[in-house]
């Protein structure tokens, strides 16, 4: 190579069994894996870093985090029980002379404590709907994506046709038929709100079901569910957390709109969809009892989309 000669004043030689292992442990060694003078990082270490940039996102998880503790701890330590009346302070304004901050209901119950507790309510119920939802979509569109063919299209067109069903009918009937008690409302969402996440696993696991890890674990006999669970479901963490954050205020917006028409939580426990109702009822003479719930349920499902986007920037690939 007269080019190389000229350039380099040597002549090409062909390395060594010994060059090459030598060769190869340098530069495996950590610190010739550093970038801009930073070791190598993994995707969540560096999704944590963005998402702690990300100060809309952080601000919204602390309150958050503040709110339910909150509706967790708050009942316990206030000195009024969400279910006793005050005779003597029916329907009272917020004050900060008496033991009722956010003021009373028409029944002279404490509003903060009944705000606090309907929070923990509605929150339980986003959590878990959000989680069977979550979990039913997942092994169904995971299902559908990587089998494929007439297995994919019925289980899909079971979906389109669960589209079609109006859940207020669904939530209607299981009301008439068997009241309205809490793990109904959680069963009631959860039968219509798994169905986006299903129609998102599937899109991704038919994008994952062609790589080579996939047709690796196929050719060595890995049967079809161990490749499901634990070669597609892992690499779909992502999606599935970033679509979580956005489910859950979505639930916990369906079950303040069932408990406002009255087909959801029952007295005496409340959520605030139940309080939105009684104050809406009464908002010309007792606004606080419609301000105060609407702006708990508004915060929490800003912070929870607020969370979402955040989660969603720092798990794109393309912002590494």
Same mark, same amino acid.
């Given at each position: 190579?007269?080019?190389?000669?000229?350039?380099?004043?040597?002549?090409?030689?062909?390395?060594?069994?010994?060059?090459?292992?030598?060769?190869?442990?340098?530069?495996?060694?950590?610190?010739?894996?550093?970038?801009?003078?930073?070791?190598?990082?993994?995707?969540?270490?560096?999704?944590?870093?963005?998402?702690?940039?990300?100060?809309?996102?952080?601000?919204?998880? #602390?309150?958050?985090?503040?709110? +339910?503790?909150?509706?967790?701890?708050?009942?316990?330590?206030?000195?009024?029980?969400?279910?006793?009346?005050?005779?003597?302070?029916?329907?009272?304004?917020?004050?900060?002379?008496?033991?009722?901050?956010?003021?009373?209901?028409? +029944?002279?119950?404490?509003?903060?404590?009944?705000?606090?507790?309907?929070?923990?309510?509605?929150?339980?119920?986003?959590?878990?709907?959000?989680?069977?939802?979550?979990?039913?979509?997942?092994?169904?569109?995971?299902?559908?994506?990587? @089998?494929?063919?007439?297995?994919?299209?019925?289980?899909?067109?079971?979906?389109?046709?669960?589209?079609? !069903?109006?859940?207020?009918? !669904?939530?209607?009937?299981?009301?008439?038929?068997?009241?309205?008690?809490?793990?109904?409302? #959680?069963?009631?969402?959860?039968?219509?709100?798994?169905?986006?996440?299903?129609? #998102?696993?599937?899109?991704?696991?038919?994008?994952?079901?062609?790589?080579?890890? #996939?047709?690796?674990?196929?050719?060595?006999?890995?049967?079809?569910?161990?490749?499901?669970?634990?070669?597609?479901?892992?690499?779909?963490?992502?999606?599935?957390?970033?679509?979580?954050?956005?489910?859950?205020?979505?639930?916990?917006?369906?079950?303040?709109?069932?408990?406002?028409?009255?087909?959801?939580?029952?007295?005496?426990?409340?959520?605030?969809?139940?309080? @939105?109702?009684?104050?809406?009822?009464?908002?010309?003479?007792?606004?606080?009892?419609?301000?105060?719930?609407?702006?708990?349920?508004?915060?929490?499902?800003?912070?929870?989309?607020?969370?979402?986007?955040?989660?969603?920037?720092?798990?794109?690939?393309?912002?590494?």
């Amino acid at each position: 190579m007269p080019g190389w000669t000229r350039r380099y004043g040597t002549e090409p030689r062909m390395l060594k069994s010994n060059e090459i292992n030598d060769l190869v442990t340098k530069l495996t060694e950590p610190s010739m894996l550093q970038v801009d003078g930073e070791a190598g990082r993994s995707l969540w270490s560096d999704a944590r870093r963005r998402f702690i940039r990300n100060k809309a996102a952080v601000f919204s998880l #602390v309150l958050l985090t503040f709110i +339910a503790l909150a509706c967790v701890v708050g009942p316990w330590v206030l000195p009024h029980a969400f279910d006793s009346a005050d005779w003597d302070a029916m329907s009272s304004p917020p004050s900060l002379k008496n033991s009722h901050f956010w003021g009373t209901d028409e +029944a002279g119950r404490d509003l903060l404590v009944r705000c606090l507790v309907g929070g923990r309510v509605s929150l339980t119920v986003g959590l878990l709907a959000t989680l069977a939802s979550v979990s039913i979509g997942i092994v169904w569109g995971a299902t559908a994506g990587f @089998i494929g063919g007439k297995v994919d299209a019925l289980m899909m067109r079971i979906v389109d046709m669960m589209y079609a !069903i109006p859940y207020l009918l !669904i939530a209607i009937l299981l009301v008439t038929i068997l009241g309205r008690e809490f793990y109904l409302v #959680v069963l009631t969402i959860t039968a219509f709100s798994w169905m986006d996440m299903a129609r #998102v696993v599937r899109g991704q696991t038919l994008s994952l079901r062609s790589t080579e890890y #996939v047709e690796a674990a196929r050719a060595m006999g890995v049967s079809t569910s161990r490749i499901i669970f634990a070669h597609i479901v892992p690499n779909l963490l992502g999606v599935v957390v970033i679509y979580t954050t956005v489910t859950v205020p979505g639930v916990i917006l369906t079950e303040s709109v069932l408990s406002f028409l009255g087909l959801g939580i029952q007295e005496p426990m409340t959520s605030w969809g139940v309080l @939105i109702e009684d104050g809406a009822s009464v908002m010309e003479v007792s606004l606080w009892m419609l301000l105060f719930p609407a702006g708990l349920l508004s915060a929490s499902l800003y912070c929870f989309n607020f969370i979402g986007d955040g989660m969603r920037d720092a798990l794109d690939p393309k912002e590494r």
